[in-house]
């Protein structure tokens, strides 16, 4: 989905930013800035496998990470638990090539 912005424009409604648009109950169900950062505050919950790159330009997939993507702009956000396993899996990661490039260094002394 395009952010509201655009069909505004294609519709010619003046607008500035930010959009706001707010249920029955005050609550905002629709938010966008003007760097076309968009929200409707509803995320959709998903289990993905993430790479994520370490230091020395390895990848290390850690499977079924949940994200929560917003269902209007895309935007995928980490929840911390999300983000402490990533963070575990490259700290293990780099822990084995330690050890790897340790065992290979002292068999070539």
């Known amino acids: 989905m395009k952010p509201l912005s655009e069909t505004y424009k294609e519709l010619g409604i003046a607008f500035t930013f930010p959009i706001e648009i707010k249920d029955a109950n005050g609550?905002?169900?629709?938010?966008?800035?003007?760097?076309d950062y968009c929200c409707r505050y509803e995320y959709e919950v998903l289990s993905v496998d993430y790479?994520?790159?370490?230091?020395d330009g390895?990848?290390?997939?850690?499977p079924s990470v949940e994200i929560l993507r917003c269902t209007q702009c895309q935007q995928e956000l980490i929840p911390a638990a999300?983000?402490?396993?990533?963070?575990?899996?490259v700290a293990e990661a780099n822990e084995q090539l330690s050890s790897?490039?340790?065992e290979k260094t002292k068999r070539n002394i």
């Open 58 to 62: 390895t990848t290390v997939r850690v």
């Open 27 to 35: 609550k905002v169900t629709y938010h966008e800035d003007s760097d």
């Open 100 to 102: 790897k490039h340790y």
């Open 82 to 89: 999300s983000a402490k396993r990533i963070s575990k899996a």
């Open 51 to 55: 790479d994520q790159t370490t230091q």
